[in-house]
């Protein structure tokens, strides 16, 4: 199975930015679609971002749109999560997660799609 590691995440005040990695560990990411999600206590589990395997499609949730952005590198077996114009809303465990599917088909927000998870990254937004 898939082992993902999230990085990156730490303390940064509001309209401030951070750079997450979700890095593959001992398989190649290439026949993954891979998508990031947030939860906090209490809260169910929301997807933020996803993108295709082959990085052609990307998708973004209301939420983060415009503020977000999702990338890869195959070759680097590594996806990155840029946030930028971060709020306090935004506070919360991230996970990257892995959904084997073709390059050709549009990977959804929904965590019951995803089979691999990474232990997750806290991102803390606050003055």
């Known amino acids: 199975q898939l082992q993902l590691v999230e990085s990156g995440g730490g303390l940064v005040q509001p309209g401030g930015s951070l750079r997450l990695s979700c890095a593959a560990s001992?398989?190649?990411?290439?026949?993954?679609?891979i998508g990031w999600f947030r939860q906090t206590p209490g809260k169910e589990r929301e997807g933020i971002s996803t993108?295709?395997?082959?990085?052609?499609?990307?998708k973004y949730a209301d939420s983060v749109k415009g503020r977000f952005t999702i990338s890869r590198d195959n070759a680097k077996n590594t996806v990155w999560l840029q946030m930028n114009s971060l709020k306090p809303e935004d506070t919360a465990v991230y996970y990257c997660?892995?959904?084997?599917?073709?390059?050709?088909?549009?990977?959804?927000?929904?965590?019951?799609?995803?089979?691999?998870w990474g232990q997750g990254t806290q991102v803390t937004v606050s003055s």
């Open positions: 001992g398989f190649t990411l290439e026949s993954e679609a």
């Open positions: 993108i295709s395997s082959d990085g052609g499609s990307t």
């Open positions: 997660a892995g959904d084997k599917i073709p390059g050709w088909l549009l990977p959804t927000l929904d965590p019951d799609d995803y089979d691999s």
